[in-house]
């Protein structure tokens, strides 16, 4: 495993779970489905801790010549068409893709796709 990256069993550890060969209480053994506890004590203690979510239509490159010409009522083209799902992030992790909606006068976003973790994880490689 390469220094600075955490190991499944230390990923397990900040999650809160236990080896579930060593479970003499309920005498469970790997392979046999859990049964739904309660959220973990140090998960709890983040539940409550606000995130901004965004949403990322698009992106471009452009030149600091370009910007510098940017004016009112000038169209920026972006590199997506617009039947394809926009990104939402935390912070600037992507979490889920999804499609713009109109909800009355305002915009909303409808989840598509939630990016697995393990995925995420994957990519901070």
């Known amino acids: 495993m390469?220094?600075?990256?955490?190991?499944q069993e230390e990923i397990d550890a900040l999650l809160g779970k236990k080896?579930?060969?060593?479970?003499?209480?309920?005498?469970?053994?790997?392979?046999q489905p859990e049964v739904e506890e309660e959220t973990p004590p140090n998960l709890e203690l983040i539940l409550?801790?606000?995130?901004?979510?965004?949403?990322?239509?698009?992106?471009?490159?452009?030149?600091?010549q370009e910007i510098r010409q940017?004016?009112?009522?000038?169209?920026?083209?972006l590199n997506r068409l617009i039947n394809d799902p926009v990104d939402i992030l935390v912070?600037?992790?992507?979490?889920?893709?999804?499609?713009?909606?109109i909800i009355d006068e305002n915009f909303?976003?409808?989840?598509?796709h939630i990016i697995d973790p393990l995925e995420r994880?994957?990519?901070l490689r």
Do not use: C, H, N, Y
């Not at 080896?19 to 392979?31: F, I, L, N, R």
């Not at 909303?108 to 598509?112: A, E, F, L, R, W």
């Open 2 to 7: 390469p220094e600075g990256f955490l190991t």
């Open 19 to 31: 080896d579930q060969t060593d479970t003499p209480s309920t005498g469970k053994t790997k392979g």
């Open 48 to 64: 409550d801790f606000p995130l901004k979510i965004s949403v990322r239509l698009g992106e471009v490159k452009k030149t600091m």
């Open 70 to 77: 940017l004016s009112p009522g000038k169209v920026v083209e």
């Open 91 to 101: 912070g600037e992790k992507l979490i889920a893709r999804g499609e713009v909606v």
């Open 108 to 112: 909303g976003i409808k989840i598509t």
């Open 121 to 123: 994880i994957k990519k």
